[in-house]
T-cell receptor
Framework: SAVISQKPSRDICQRGTSLTIQCQVDSQVTMMFWYRQQPGQSLTLIATANQGSEATYESGFVIDKFPISRPNLTFSTLTVSNMSPEDSSIYLC?????????FGSGTRLTVV | AQKVTQAQTEISVVEKEDVTLDCVYETRDTTYYLFWYKQPPSGELVFLIR??????QNEISGRYSWNFQKSTSSFNFTITASQVVDSAVYFCALSDRSNDYKLSFGAGTTVTVRA
């Protein structure tokens, strides 16, 4: 299966600032995804990161707040923009390889 | 609409007890995939199993076993002789055509194994 390196693993940020999270996959993959996991909750899909085109966002998530880049088949970034305390969550990326979705280790974000 | 239901919020057992996690799914597609993931306290999501809709064979992997029953739309997971290291949140997920084969996760079941 693919191996995903996600960073940073955690961060504490001031409200109003932005944080960019990176995910690197050790294999070329067509599909990459970004999720948010609020404290004590399940995973909610933010968007599908499409290589060479704009990301596809789920209902309730917008590009201005969560811009995503996918410059090639092994890398993607998610930016959490203009952060507020409500954005405090774990953010996870995943990559689909041979029919299985493998997840990064997650980024624990705290906004103060 | 909720596509994956994990009715058990928390389960607490003593070490060496068996524990069964329930998962009920909803889909109109004939081709779909079911998954179980484990999320230990460290936070990473660990893949456990994938099952496609055409394969109803139950599976055993070490202390883990899965019971897939299309008739009841259930994909239950049993941990035999539980250990403290099994303490985690376990998520059931569904991938089907109506959702472009993206994963829909259940709410998760927190398993606590006491020594």
């Amino acid at each position: 299966s693919a191996v995903i390196s996600q960073k940073p693993s955690r961060d504490i940020c001031q409200r109003g600032t932005s944080l960019t999270i990176q995910c690197q996959v050790d294999s070329q993959v067509t599909m990459m995804f970004w999720y948010r996991q609020q404290p004590g909750q399940s995973l909610t899909l933010i968007a599908t990161a499409n290589q060479g085109s704009e990301a596809t966002y789920e209902s309730g998530f917008v590009i201005d707040k969560f811009p995503i880049s996918r410059p090639n088949l092994t890398f993607s970034t998610l930016t959490v923009s203009n952060m507020s305390p409500e954005d405090s969550s774990i953010y996870l990326c995943s990559a689909r390889f041979e029919g299985k979705d493998t997840f990064g280790s997650g980024t624990r974000l705290t906004v103060v | 609409a909720q596509k994956v239901t994990q009715a058990q919020t928390e389960i607490s057992v003593v070490e060496k007890e068996d524990v069964t996690l329930d998962c009920v799914y909803e889909t109109r597609d004939t081709t779909y995939y079911l998954f179980w993931y484990k999320q230990p306290p460290s936070g990473e999501l660990v893949f456990l199993i994938r099952r496609n809709s055409f394969d109803e064979q139950n599976e055993i992997s070490g202390r883990y076993s899965w019971n897939f029953q299309k008739s009841t739309s259930s994909f239950n997971f049993t941990i035999t002789a539980s250990q403290v290291v099994d303490s985690a949140v376990y998520f059931c997920a569904l991938s089907d055509r109506s959702n472009d084969y993206k994963l829909s996760f259940g709410a998760g079941t927190t398993v606590t194994v006491r020594a």
